[in-house]
Structures are given as structure tokens and as C-alpha cells.
């Protein structure tokens, strides 16, 4: 069983809509919760990070972390075409090793 | 700022072959991390390097090396390569005391093996 798992999706939505993406994860130890972009032919790019518990708001970009359940959201409000990519959530220990365990992805479209 | 730099972007080797990748982090950043990215697995950590020093490593055979030269740029090196290493290989660098979430990735060498 792998450590954080994620719907690979695909995930296709209308122009406007609510998007849900989530991950659920094994590891207690994980304090750190990162959601990146990654477009094709390209790296992924940093989107929302949050430590521990709690929510985060950036725009039309929610992330939420339940560490009770071991579970954390994506929220993205009137999604556009160019919101199109793959979503990675990421998470990390708080010892300060560089080490980022990726879920699998979900494949995002957003239709107009 | 130049963001993380990777070359070369495509690579072709055959069975057998070794391979060097390079990376070369956002100026000031001193930490370096290697990550691969296939269909089935991933993104799956390597290695990281900081100030010279591997600090950590994942679960990869010894095949893949990696090392970090006094400028923070860095090289890994996958030996005796196998069809299984077909892979985009990402870098990631990190500022000096930033959180590890703050990792900010190249765009990655795609590795094909024949």
C-alpha cells in the first residue's frame, strides 16, 4: 500500500464548476501538505502548501487538511480551461530532509 | 531569478548505457533534490544534496548516484541502465532555512531507454 494515495481521475468538468481533488495518506508523521500543478512537458509547480491541520485560501485555490482522518482536499473555484493539468499532492515529514512523498496524481480538464 | 535549469530536456540510450543528468538550482539555493517521474510509480524521491553532502536518499538501487559541486549545481548518474529507467527526472532546489514544501522544480530530463 503506498503511503499517500490519490484518484488518478480523470477528472473532467465544465468551465465554472467546483473542483474537489483529494488525498488520503498512511504516515501520522507527515506535518507538512503541498498541492502542486504540473502542465505537460513541464515541472511541477507549487500551488498551496499548509502545516498540519487546518485551511488555506489563495485566490480561487482552497486547500484543507484533516490529520484525524488523514485526508486533504484541493478546492478550486470557477475553474477555467487553464486550470487543465495534473494535480500532485505532496507531503513531508517535519524532519528537514528534502524528501516530498508524491500521491499519483489527478488529471484534470475543464471544458469551456 | 532563473528558475532550476536541467539538461540536457531529452535523452536516448540503449540498454547498458550510463547517463549523466544536470541541474543547476536558483541562484542562492543550496539545496538540490532528484526526484523520478514514470506512469505507473510516480514521482518518487532520489536523493538530496545539500552543500556537497547527500543528506538523503530514497529506495533506488545503487545504479543512481548523485553528487553536488561547490556552486550547488548538481549531477546524478544512473549506470548500467535499464528499459525501467525510461523516466522524466525531475530536480528541485530549495532556499537555505526554507521549508522543504518550498521546493520549486525544473522541467525535467526525459530519459528513454531502448
Known amino acids: 500500500q503506498k503511503e499517500v494515495e490519490q484518484d488518478p481521475g480523470p477528472l473532467s468538468v465544465p468551465e465554472g464548476a467546483i473542483v474537489s481533488l483529494n488525498c488520503t495518506y498512511s504516515n501520522s508523521a507527515f506535518q507538512y501538505f503541498m498541492w502542486y500543478r504540473q502542465y505537460s512537458r513541464k515541472g511541477p509547480e507549487l500551488l498551496m502548501y499548509?502545516?498540519?491541520?487546518g485551511n488555506k485560501e489563495d485566490g480561487r485555490f482552497t486547500a484543507q487538511v484533516d490529520k484525524s482522518s488523514k485526508y486533504i482536499s484541493l478546492f478550486i473555484r470557477d475553474s477555467q480551461p487553464s486550470d487543465s493539468a495534473t494535480y500532485l499532492c505532496a507531503m513531508s515529514a517535519i524532519s528537514n530532509t528534502g524528501k516530498l512523498i508524491f500521491g499519483q496524481g489527478t488529471t484534470l480538464q475543464v471544458k469551456p | 531569478k532563473a528558475g532550476v535549469t536541467q539538461t540536457p530536456r531529452y535523452l536516448i540510450k540503449t540498454r547498458g548505457q550510463q547517463v549523466t543528468l544536470s541541474c543547476s538550482p536558483i541562484?542562492?539555493?543550496?539545496?538540490v533534490s532528484w526526484y523520478q517521474q514514470t506512469p505507473g510509480q510516480g514521482l518518487q524521491f532520489l536523493f538530496e544534496?545539500?552543500?556537497?553532502?547527500?543528506?538523503n536518499k530514497g529506495n533506488f538501487p545503487g545504479r543512481f548516484s548523485g553528487r553536488q559541486f561547490s556552486n550547488s549545481r548538481s549531477e546524478m548518474n544512473v549506470s548500467t541502465l535499464e528499459l525501467g529507467d525510461s523516466a522524466l527526472y525531475l530536480c528541485?532546489?530549495?532556499?537555505?532555512?526554507?521549508?522543504?514544501?518550498?521546493?520549486?522544480f525544473g522541467p525535467g530530463t526525459r530519459l528513454l531507454v531502448l
Open positions: 528541485a532546489s530549495r532556499s537555505t532555512g526554507a521549508p522543504q514544501e518550498t521546493q520549486y
Open positions: 499548509t502545516y498540519s491541520s
Open positions: 541562484s542562492g539555493h543550496r539545496s
Open positions: 544534496y545539500f552543500s556537497e553532502t547527500q543528506r
